[in-house]
């Protein structure tokens, strides 16, 4: 079976910095693209940031671009998200998704977990 | 990066049909085959219905369905039923490893 776990959330004052993790199992992490799409509050779905199975393509919303930084550990299953220089704009429920292919589809989601930004 | 355009919201009885668009433009939805679809439940991480524009996984009904013209892609349910209210939201690769969604339909069986 599938899972992803996020964990890393909870709540931080503006401007400074957070680390989400997802931890993988059920499949061939190694194959797979990872994603971290975000859902603020009664919003819909963001897409923030993608990362080939190798790390070698990289892409980032034009919201996030140079504040925050994904990264994968596929010898630890792992996919990561740094948070640098946090806005209340970035308050938001944090999923992350694998994709079979550079452009498929999100195959599976995690269950998200909360960052929410306030002094 | 701007969000494809989706309406707010649609409403069909039970064993109707509803179609929902997603409207986006040459450098996404027009520019690739590459749309897919999520069904969101309250309080539920989203869920793959349509990818591909048209494909539907395994277990998915196929009273789901998904098309596509220039730049705007739809997805059609037919036979609703009362489980299908949910959110829903288009996707679209958007090139150089980006992705844009759309604002999302909240879809009512009356």
């Known amino acids: 079976e599938v899972q992803l776990v996020e964990s890393g959330g909870g709540l931080v004052q503006p401007g400074r910095s957070l680390r989400l993790s997802c931890a993988a199992s059920g499949f061939t992490f190694d194959d797979y693209a990872m994603h971290w799409v975000r859902q603020a509050p009664g919003k819909g779905l963001e897409w923030v940031s993608g990362i080939s199975w190798n790390s070698g393509s990289i892409g980032y919303a034009d919201s996030v671009k140079g504040r925050f930084t994904i990264s994968r550990d596929n010898a630890k299953n792992s996919l990561y998200l740094q948070m640098n220089s946090l806005r209340a704009e970035d308050t938001a429920l944090y999923y992350c998704?694998?994709?079979?292919?550079?452009?498929?589809?999100?195959?599976?989601w995690g269950q998200g977990t909360l960052v929410t930004v306030s002094s | 990066q701007s969000a494809l355009t989706q309406p707010r919201s649609v409403s069909g009885s039970p064993g109707q049909s509803v179609t929902i668009s997603c409207t986006g433009t040459?450098?996404?939805?027009?520019?690739?085959?590459?749309v897919s679809w999520y069904q969101q439940h309250p309080g539920k991480a989203p869920k793959l219905m349509i990818y591909?524009?048209?494909k539907r996984p395994s277990g998915v009904p196929d009273r789901f369905s998904g098309s596509k013209s220039g730049n705007t892609a739809s997805l059609t349910i037919s036979g609703l039923q009362a489980e299908d209210e949910a959110d829903y939201y288009c996707c679209s690769y958007a090139g150089s490893y980006t992705r844009v969604f759309g604002g999302g339909t909240k879809l009512t069986v009356l």
């Open positions: 591909d524009v048209s």
């Open positions: 998704a694998n994709s079979v292919a550079v452009a498929g589809p999100f195959d599976y």
């Open positions: 040459s450098s996404d939805v027009g520019g690739y085959n590459y």
